[in-house]
């Protein structure tokens, strides 16, 4: 019986899931909701159903008989979409609102991993300006400054200057930037070293960690300017060896997952884990309960199982089977609208792009208007290559990219050049 798939998301993220789902010969259809335009193009069945609307998503899941739904982006996953679905009966694989906790609160996480000594940088949380700030002035630059709550990969600010601390608690305690209920901020002290990202599939018997990956978060070359949802990424990362990799899993991840479960907020979906590689071995950044963008549209590109039957194992507590490629390198470049991060410009046309066999194009911030794909958000799609190594693919994919008309875009010259 072939299977009816529901993707929960609308971002380049969903767009890598839906289209890996769709090469499975174990399914009919699937669905994206809300998805985007661009989405179509790959035969994803887009649902005009916002992704907070959860009594619409469910009556759709009952009417298209839709088998099993995946949750790509955070806010759903905060606002209880798993516990509504699962309360029908309707298979979802995610986490409940109780265990997204992970991600919807800094100063959760920071707990979790200072009672289970899971190794990450010392800090403190603050919900007073004057309190804050006084931390910050006792303490020695650079300091890494953390909004409490959602914040689309944003309400992280590295403060170089006492002037940028003050600002960035400012804008995050006193003008509530990221309309948080409660405004609260976490300090951190700054951690030097190489940083990476290990997702891992969680189920309730066991742990099964992917291909490491690097993410891009900063807008500008070199790393520098104000963060963004992630400009690029690449897998495997050269630098973090099989060793590392366990290391992560027995000091990291296993303590994580059963600290959850010692808690009363068991996880199960998908364990973003965001790692700086230090002189003292490799230290927790963030947790995020998800996927995460762009990293997911190198990775599936990397796994050479059917995704269906991986996701399957899991929701039917069954060892999964996970085989990545062994060889070579994917890269990702993310193209954005200019002024991104900040305010920027909509409805400026795509080109036409040619499909290729070595290119694959995954859209987010997009729309269609009189039969033409025109920007519609921050990071309008994102371009993939693989080949043998980081350096063949990044030229593959700049070569790409300077062959199309994108003056009115915008997007990084150095994905995977940077540490």
């Known amino acids: ?4 798939i529901l993707v929960i998301g609308s971002g380049g993220r969903e767009h890598a899931l839906c289209k890996r789902l769709l090469e499975s010969s174990k399914v009919n259809q699937v669905f994206c909701a809300k998805g985007n335009d661009g989405m179509k193009r790959d035969g994803i069945q887009i649902v005009d159903i916002l992704e907070d609307n959860h009594e619409e998503l469910i009556n759709f899941s009952k009417e298209k008989k839709i088998d099993w739904v995946l949750v790509g ?13 699962e309360a029908v009966g309707i298979k979802v694989f995610g986490p409940k609102k109780s265990a997204a906790m992970i991600e919807g609160s800094k100063e959760f996480a920071k707990e979790l991993m200072t009672r289970f000594n899971i190794p990450t940088a010392k800090y403190e949380s603050f919900s007073d300006f004057n309190l804050a700030y006084e931390y910050v002035e006792n303490n020695s630059l650079p ?26 608690l400012k804008e995050m305690l006193v003008e509530n930037t990221f309309n948080n209920e409660s405004p609260k901020v976490v300090i951190e002290e700054f951690l030097v070293g190489k940083e990476f990202s290990l997702l891992s599939f969680v189920s309730e018997t066991g742990i099964y960690p992917m291909v490491a990956a ?27 060896t099989k060793e590392i990799e366990e290391t992560v899993l027995e000091t990291i991840i296993k303590p994580t997952i059963a600290g959850m479960k010692n808690l009363g907020t068991p996880f199960i979906g998908i364990l973003y884990t965001g790692l700086i590689l ?34 399957e194992s899991l929701l039917n507590n069954q060892e999964p089977v996970i085989n990545w490629r062994e060889t070579g390198v994917t890269l990702g470049v993310v193209v954005a609208a200019k ?8 409805d400026v046309s795509l080109p036409n792009f040619k499909k290729e ?8 911030g997009v729309k269609e208007k009189n039969q033409q794909l025109v920007s519609n958000g921050g990071r309008v799609f994102l371009v993939a290559c693989s080949d043998v190594s980081k350096d063949v693919a990044h030229e593959k994919v700049y070569r790409w990219l300077n062959e199309q008309k994108l003056s009115p875009f915008y997007y990084r010259k150095d994905i995977g050049r940077t540490i």
Do not use: C, W
């Open 1 to 4: 019986m072939k299977r009816n």
């Open 214 to 240: 690097k993410d891009h978060k900063a807008i500008f070359d070199n790393d520098k300017g104000p963060n963004t949802g992630g400009m690029g990424a690449y897998s495997p990362v050269y630098y973090v």
């Open 357 to 364: 066999e070595t290119t694959k194009i995954f859209y987010s």
């Open 339 to 346: 002024g991104y991060p900040s305010s920027y410009e909509t």
């Open 278 to 311: 230090t002189a003292n071995g490799p230290k927790v950044i963030e947790y995020n309960a998800r996927f995460g963008d762009p990293e997911t549209q190198v990775l599936l590109e990397r796994l050479d199982s059917d995704f269906v039957e991986v996701i």
């Open 143 to 168: 300091i890494v400054i953390k909004a409490d709550g959602l914040a689309a990969g944003k309400g992280v600010v590295i403060a170089e200057t006492y002037e940028e601390a003050k600002q960035a």
């Open 73 to 85: 982006p955070e806010v759903p996953l905060m606002n209880g979409l798993v516990d509504d679905f």
